[in-house]
Structure formats: C-alpha cells, structure tokens
C-alpha cells in the first residue's frame, strides 16, 4: 500500500516523475501526524533559521524625521543621517533561545551598521562604511531586546546583511539555512506533513501578482505585501520539505490571481523532490471574522463584486477615480492596501495598529459621492461619520457589497475559488500529487454544505478540514496581604465564572459545600468574586476580609463555578502581617486535566456533526493541540507562572495525547499539532525551546512516529443509580458501573466529599451535610477511560427517605405545616388564602367551605400529557354535602376532585369532560385518594382508586398527550367558587415523570397512608 508515511510513504520516490504518484491512500488503523509551524516573529523565541535576521521587526526610526520606506528589509531613507532599528530577538526568553557564542553579521553592501540593545548600537558600535563582515556575542539575559542598528538606507546590491548564529558560517553560505537545532528537534517527530499558513501569514498576505515574492533572499521577512510582518518566502518552505523529505501544506493567499497559483505550483513542480504530494488549500480561516482574518473573509465574501482602487485626497478628506461609478449609501468592504504599506512613513509611529492604518480590515462603510470623479467614505451612511485618509493610506481598494445579480457569500466564494486553485495546481503538478484541502469551520455545518454544493467541489474535495483544540477552564485565586486583613482577588479564562473567596482558622478542614455557604468549624468570612469577561488582563477584586490579628496563619479556600455550573476548590495558606505581600493559589493539576480533556471532547463533537454533514469525504485537522490563550504581557504574572507550569507536568502531557487519540477514535485521517513552539509557555506548544526535547508533550508526539492507532471511541449514556435511602454503614457501594475494564473517577459534583469510586463501583463514603429525612437529588459528573480516549457522564441518585419523592412537581404535607396562614409545600410554592382558614387537627385541615387556597405558579414545572402523572390527595368526606369541585389542578388542563350524590370523581378536563370514580361510594374516614394517568404509547387511560384498590372498572380511556399542564393549583374551590370543600384534607402529591409505573404510584400511595396512620 502506498501512503502517507505507510509502505513507500511520504518520501521521494527516487527518479519517479511527479504524474507517476499513485492516488493517496490513507492508512484505515492509523491517523497520521502532521505539524503547523509558528509564526516567525522577534518574540518568540522560535529561530528556525540560522540567520535571527529573518526574524526581525520592521526598521523604526530612532532618532531624525526624514521619510522613509521599506520592503524585504530594504530601506530607503530619505535622510542619510537618520538612524533606524530592526529588533530581531525581544525579550528575556526570546534572547535566551538564541544559542550563546559568537555571531557573524556579514554586510557586503558595507553599510554603517551595527548591533545592540537598550537604545543603541552598544554590542558593536557602528562599524565603519566599507566594512565587510564583523561578529558580536550575544549578551545575557534580561537584556531586553537585540537590534540591527543602521544609518541612513539599508540596500541590498551585493546581497543581504546576514546574522549568522554560532559556527554556522561555512554552512550557510553552502546554502545550509536552517538552524540545526530546529532541524533535529522538527525531524525526530517523524510527521507526515508540514502546514506553512503561519510561515507564509497567509491570513494577511496581500499578495496578487508572482512578481511580489521574495526575490532571492531577503534582508528581513518583513514583506510589503503582508501589513509589514514575516512571510518565509517559498524557497525556505520548499528547502525544509526536501531537506526533511515531508510533504507541504500550502496556504494560497486569497487575494492571488490564476497566474500566481499556476506559478506557485510550477515552482514546487521544480523544486520540489518529486515524490512528495501537495497540500494546496485556498487561503487559511476564510470564515474567521477576528480582527487578524477579517480583511481575507470580506475579501472572498465579495470576491464577484466589482473592486476599486483609488487615491487618496487629503483636500477633501476622500479619494479620487475617475469615473467611479459609486452611488450615494452604497456599502462598501475596506481592505488592507498594499499601496499604504509601501508608502508609509516613519513619523507617524511604527506601532502598526488601529491608528497607523484606519482604513481596511473588511469593514463596511458607506459612499459619499462628491462628484464623478470624487467620493468619500462615511460610517452608517452617506451622512455618517467621515472616515478620512492620512499620510498613511495614499491608497484605498474597496469592493461594492450590493450589486446586480451577486450574492455575497464567504462560504460559497470560497468553495468555488478552492476548485479554481486546485485545477491550476493539478493541472500543473499532477491530480495524484495534489490532497485538495478545504478548509472550514468546526462547528459550522451549514458553512461546510454550502461550499461542497458549488458545482465540482464535493467531488473535487479530498477532506475537509477543522481545528480541534484543547482548553479547559483555568482560575486562580489571589490574596493582597496588609496588616490586619486581606484582599481577595480572582481571575478566570471564561467571563461568567465565579470564584467564592474564604479565609478559614489554621487547620480548618470545611467541605466544599461549607465553604460555599459561609459555615463550617474556623470560618473567618469570604468575599465573591464575578469574572465579568474572558481572559482579563487583570485580577478581579473584592472588599476586603478584615478583623486578622498579624502573625496568625490561616487558611484561604476558594471555590470556582465554571462552565455548567460545575464547581472546583483549592486550598493554599498564608499568615496575616503588617508587610506587604501576595498570595495566591490554583485548582489542581488533575482538575485541569480533566477539564482539558472534556474541552477536547466537545470539539470533537462538532468534528461528528461535520462528519455527517459531509457523508464519504474524509476529515482532518489543520490545527490541534493546547490553546490556552489569554495571557498577554497584562495577564497577571500569576496565571502565566501556574500555565507554564502546569503544561510541564505529566498530567498535561496525558491531556496533550488525549486530544490526538481521540481524534483518532474520531476517524481522522491526519492532524497537524499547532505548533512547535511559539515561545509563549503552554500556550500552543509542545515544547519551550528547541532544546526541549524532555518535554512530556514532545516525548508523546515522538515516541507516536507519525502516526496513532484508531479505536473505537467510548460511548456511555447517563446513568440513573440507586437512591440512597438511610444513612448506610460506610463505605457503602450503591452502583456497579458496567464496564469495569475502565477508569473512573469523580469531575465534580461532590461539594461534601462523601462519594468515592474503587475500581467500577460507586460508593458513599460519608454522610456530610445529608439530612437522611428530606430526599435531595444528586448528580455527579463522572469520566470513564480506557487510557485512549474518555467519557463524560452524570450519575443521578437521591439520598434521603420521605413519602413523597424528590422530583416531585408538588408535595405537601398537612402534618408538618399547621398554622393555616398558608399552604407552604415542602416541594413547590406558598398557595394563598382567601377566606377563614380551616382548623387544624391531628394533620387534617378541616374546611367549612369558608376558604381556599390558591397560586398560580405552586408546581415547580409544567407536566406535558405525555409522560405519567399521579395525582394524590388524603381526604375525609366529613360533613361536605355539595356538588362541588374541591380541588383543581392544573388552570385549562386540569384534574379536580369532584363531589356528586355521594360519589367522589377525578375529572380529568382536555377536549371534553372525563370523570373516573375513586369509588362507587365515598368511603368514610381519611383515605389516599388518587388517580394516574399511564401514558401508554398503544392505549393510555385514566385511572383512579382509594389507598391500594384501583377502581378497575371505571378507568377511562384517553389520551393527553397533546395537552400541557400548568403550575396553577387551587385547594378547597376552584377557579370560579371561592369556597366549597367542607371535608378535612391532608397531604397532597403531585408527581409527573416518565417512567412512573402504576407500581410507582401505589408505593407513593401506600407512603401517605404510611404518612397519617391509614392502613
């Protein structure tokens, strides 16, 4: 079999010709590995190249005010005497990824350079003009940032100024650019592909024409046509491949024409060692509307609309085409200009952001016609706001968004432009040669639909293609220590969540549950803490715990509530004093594992979604792996200390490979981890630094050699156990989980510590904050593992033993309430009185048609007609007399007890009246009197009896499944009689739930005769 990695694999094939590779042929057992490469920046710390040149900044302007531009790292200044920048290592962790020793800069336009950090060219001076080649070492860390110093224009005539790192001069100038410890770190992973989008930034690649590649090698990364940040140009990309025989994921930049994406296929034609296949995909994220992606999804949004290109006006803050055929309020899309790139100057400042470029990024605005010549453009309207061009933007291109007979459509654009770049590439490389990629969202199935219904697409696509990430919820809790008190603080990734904040006596050991309600031996007092947005780059305060006597330890507990409602503690201790200090402590490194590992599990159920969206094709992974983003320089150093760390332990390397298994589980056919490494700790990567090979991320993807064997994914349904009726001797087991070839173990929900697992069987182990006499329903959310991939489940029981069950719509007992002010049901809500209330006597209500009860809302939830329904009342006839309805539940559709000649009925009311006897007669004395309707899919009936006889004969045939049953509830009358009932009335049940068999009932029944002394 020939595949990707598998039998001939992904490798040359020697002399063969390109249109000699046979079809692609996936392994069936096996998903393959792939890898997406970081962006090159001067901050990550990520040097794939053995010049750190290429990872530079753009030039900034240090000290004159003369005009400049630049391109590639050429730059032309306007004054010879101005000196300029280029950062190309920023930062501690950036400076101590580079390898220490001796760096040859080499300079063969002999230009007045020079390198240093801390605002000069201190490391070298700048050497003097003629001067060919120099060296440097690099300095320690903590020196902030290394720069390219240069003194008027940097040219590039004789060949580009190359840094190049320690005894690696003869080898570059050979032709060897690569860093050899990124070299040996990359190929011990054995992938099967490498995704270049970030390489090429091809979310930000403006690029229309060949002509604007790199030409040859460039001083710097820093291109024109991509907003002034890196792109590799794809001699580097093609070098890697064939250097490491794996085969190239190629981004093509949205904004290409057809003789680019031809030239682009004929140079890997080329270049490329003929027996590795292609990857092309059409442009990266199309459907990402994030500030970073928005320009290139407008771009394909409108990709049939009519595009102009205009100047700039600064006379009448607007833009000039002859003849542009604009109209009053038309709604254009802005973008990103290549021209305002090109064009920009120093002085306005090099930050790069919102106010050097005001104009692009997909935005819509609207035409302001001046004349036919002249337009402007203005926010909401042709009378809105102005958006004015500067200095900055000598160019605008904009696309109409309405015009005859186009639709504006990211998903369907983007599947016929995908289509158009893979006939180029096959046409050029070879069908065989060429995996067509489409890219789209994970959790958008309509998007993905939409794209393969485009004429050839579906039968053109080779897989579809999604990211699946990893993130959990991440918190920690913070304390602010001065004399005599504390500062609670709390932060959180997800805004929503909520952290309870308590400080407790030295060896204070409360229960979650204790800690939550402000109780428990030791406590002090607690502050909550509401985290109002995601990833803030600040903690959240709250008022301060005061009254702690200095030199006195004690202990901080917090408690997070995080997604769904699921709460997690942490505990950690400190000493109140006078000096200054903080402390702070994080959830557990197991807690955020599994939250890591059921994260992964929700993506890669909208991986599912999409698969069955899509029928046959085959799905993969353009990016997978960690994302716990968030933690900008602004992050408190707490949360990128405790992310750092915890990515190191082992635990986050299992989390890491679980979120692989489990695509393979998934039937992925390859996943490309994103990324390497970004120099951002934990935050993407699987490993800190090249050097890092010890990473337990970095083992895991290693030691799998390309590829991960498919299982078949865990599947388990909700499990209802056993009720834990009274206190048991402990350890009591109360479930057996079925497969006990598994690993279980408790994510949350035991806020009391009381529930344990051993092996497959679920235990209580405790019987903390358990009142055994109310029934409470628990439920725990439990994760089963076969050590490949897992499940998330809940476990729902009930501890406690009462007559009337914990799911009850409404329970009320006449014993315990007794005042008659109101009816205040242990299960539901206070029915009002109207009227005298009745006397109460040996738990009967005896009522002398003087008053009721009544409120609108009393059962905790409406009971649809098509589950079962028990309705139970104690009653004594006692002296009552009248035809009356004397209970009434339910509003429009309803069950009352009914009174006539002697006979006491359950009228069930829905499309017609249908009343079913207790009895023949009323028996005298205090009885359960109930009716039930089963639901019965075939032939559902009404049902109704006294204590444990069914009145079998008189059970009516109906069916209520289309009828819904409100809240309301009366006692003693109904809607329209104030008062009637002049029986005595006891506890009261009402019970809907599917599942409740007539045995149920009767057990419920017999519970309230059991309740009042009825036998």
Not at 42 to 63: C, E, H, I, K, V
Not at 697 to 715: C, D, E, H, I, W
């Amino acid at each position: 079999m020939f595949g990707l990695g598998f039998g001939v694999g992904f490798g040359r094939m020697g002399a063969a010709a390109a249109y000699g590779l046979p079809p692609f042929v996936f392994p069936s057992d096996k998903m393959l590995l792939g890898m997406g490469l970081g962006g090159i920046a001067n901050y990550t710390g990520d040097y794939p190249f053995a010049n750190p040149l290429w990872n530079a900044d753009r030039w900034s302007q240090q000290s004159g005010t003369g005009t400049y531009t630049q391109e590639w790292g050429v730059l032309n200044a306007q004054t010879p005497t101005d000196i300029f920048a280029c950062k190309f290592a920023d930062g501690a962790s950036a400076i101590n990824n580079l390898p220490s020793g001796t760096y040859t800069v080499l300079n063969p336009d002999g230009l007045e350079i020079g390198i240093g950090w801390g605002g000069s060219p201190n490391l070298t001076g700048f050497v003097p003009p003629g001067t060919p080649e120099f060296t440097f070492n690099r300095p320690s860390a903590g020196a902030g940032a290394i720069a390219l110093w240069a003194k008027g224009s940097v040219t590039n005539n004789n060949g580009p100024i190359q840094i190049i790192m320690p005894g690696r001069k003869a080898a570059f100038q050979a032709g060897d650019y690569f860093n050899p410890a990124f070299i040996s770190a990359l190929s011990a992973l054995n992938v099967k592909s490498l995704r270049f989008m970030d390489w090429l930034l091809t979310y930000g690649d403006l690029s229309v024409d060949w002509s604007e590649v790199a030409p040859g090698l460039p001083i710097t990364f820093v291109a024109p046509q991509t907003q002034l940040q890196a792109k590799v140009p794809y001699r580097l990309v093609v070098d890697l491949c064939n250097r490491l025989n794996i085969a190239p994921w190629i981004n093509g930049p949205v904004r290409a024409n057809a003789s680019y994406q031809s030239a682009l296929a004929a140079y890997l034609k080329t270049n490329l060692n003929p027996g590795l296949y292609v990857f092309p995909e059409f442009g990266n994220e199309v459907w990402n509307p994030g500030a970073a992606y928005n320009d290139a999804r407008a771009w394909v949004e409108t990709y049939n609309h009519t595009r102009i290109r205009a100047d700039s006006n600064l006379g009448i803050n607007g833009w000039t085409l002859t003849a542009h055929g604009l109209s009053n309020d038309d709604p254009v899309s802005v973008f990103q200009d290549k021209g305002n790139f090109t064009y920009r100057r120093g002085q306005s400042g090099d930050g790069g952001g919102a106010a050097d470029w005001p104009l692009g990024g997909g935005a819509t605005l609207y035409i302001e016609v001046v004349d036919a010549n002249n337009f402007r453009l203005r926010v909401g309207s042709s009378s809105g706001t102005i958006v004015a061009p500067t200095a900055q933007t000598p160019k605008i291109t904009i696309s109409k968004r309405t015009e005859a007979g186009k639709t504006l459509s990211v998903a369907a654009n983007h599947g016929q432009q995908s289509l158009a770049m893979w006939n180029r590439f096959d046409a050029i490389l070879g069908r065989n040669r060429c995996h067509h990629v489409l890219g789209v969202q994970l959790v958008d199935t309509g998007g993905t639909t939409t794209r393969l219904a485009q004429p050839g697409v579906a039968a053109a696509t080779d897989s579809i293609s999604v990211a699946v990430y990893y993130s959990g919820d991440w918190w920690v809790s913070c304390l602010d220590i001065t004399s005599g008190q504390v500062v609670p603080k709390g932060w959180a990734n997800r805004g929503g969540s909520a952290i309870r904040i308590a400080v407790y006596a030295l060896g204070s050991t409360p229960t979650m549950a204790e800690v939550l309600a402000g109780t428990g031996t030791g406590y002090v007092g607690h502050r909550d803490i509401s985290i109002a947005s995601s990833n803030m780059n600040a903690h959240t305060s709250a008022a301060a715990i005061t009254g702690l006597t200095n030199g006195t330890s004690y202990e901080h507990y917090a408690v997070a509530t995080l997604e769904y409602g699921y709460k997690f503690m942490a505990r950690g201790q400190f000493t109140a004093s006078a000096t200054p200090s903080t402390v702070w402590i994080s959830d557990s490194d197991d807690n955020m594992a599994a939250r890591a590992r059921r994260s992964s599990l929700k993506w890669l159920e909208f991986a599912d979604a999409q698969r069955a969206a899509v029928g046959s094709i085959a799905i993969e992974a353009y990016e997978c792996g960690s994302d716990f983003q968030g933690a900008s320089a602004a992050t408190p150093a707490e949360v990128q200390a405790w992310r750092a760390a915890w990515s190191q332990t082992s635990v986050a390397a299992d989390a890491f490979a679980y979120v692989y298994k489990g695509m393979a589980a998934h039937n992925f056919i390859i996943a490309n981890q994103f990324v390497l490494m970004n120099g951002t700790p934990g935050n993407f990567n699987m490993m800190e630094s090249y050097d890092d090979t010890a990473d337990l991320r970095y083992q895991y993807y290693s030691g799998a050699a390309g590829s991960v064997a498919k299982a078949t994914p865990l599947t388990m349904g909700n499990v209802t156990a056993a009720d834990i009726k009274v206190a048991p001797s402990y350890p009591a087991t109360f479930h057996t989980f079925a497969n006990a070839a598994l690993t279980y173990r408790i994510h949350t929900g035991d806020v009391n510590g009381n529930f344990a697992i051993s092996g497959n069987q679920l235990r209580i182990v405790n019987g903390y904050g358990i009142d055994w006499v109310v029934p409470t329903i628990r439920s725990l959310v439990v994760e089963a593992s076969d050590g490949n991939t897992s499940i998330f489940f809940t476990v729902q029981f009930s501890t406690g033993f009462a007559w009337y069950p914990a799911d009850a719509q409404l329970a009320f007992d006449s014993i315990v309430d007794s005042d008659g002010a109101a009816m205040n049901p242990l299960i539901g809500n206070t029915l009002n009185l109207t009227g005298t209330a009745p006397a109460i006597s040996g738990g009967m209500w005896d009522f002398e048609a003087t008053g009721r009860y009544n409120f609108a809302t009393t059962l905790t939830a409406t009971i649809p007609g098509t589950v079962p329904i028990l309705i139970a009342a104690i009653l004594d006839k006692d002296n009552h007399t009248a035809a009356a309805g004397i209970l009434q539940a339910f509003a429009s559709s309803y069950c009352s007890f009914y009174y006539n000649s002697g006979v006491l009925y359950a009228r069930w009311v829905a499309s017609g009246t249908n009343d079913v006897p207790f009895a023949a007669t009323m028996p005298t004395g205090k009885h359960v009197f109930w009716t039930y309707y089963d639901a019965d899919p075939t032939t559902p009936k009404i049902h109704a009896g006294v204590d444990q006889t069914e009145n079998v004969a008189a059970a009516v045939a109906k069916n209520l499944s289309g009828f819904t049953f409100s809240r309301n509830m009366y006692v003693g009358g109904d809607g329209s009689l104030t008062a009637t009932s002049k029986m005595q009335h006891g506890s009261l049940l009402v019970h809907g739930k599917a599942g409740l068999t007539q045995a149920d009932a009767l057990t419920l029944v017999g519970n309230m005769q059991t309740l009042q002394g009825i036998p």
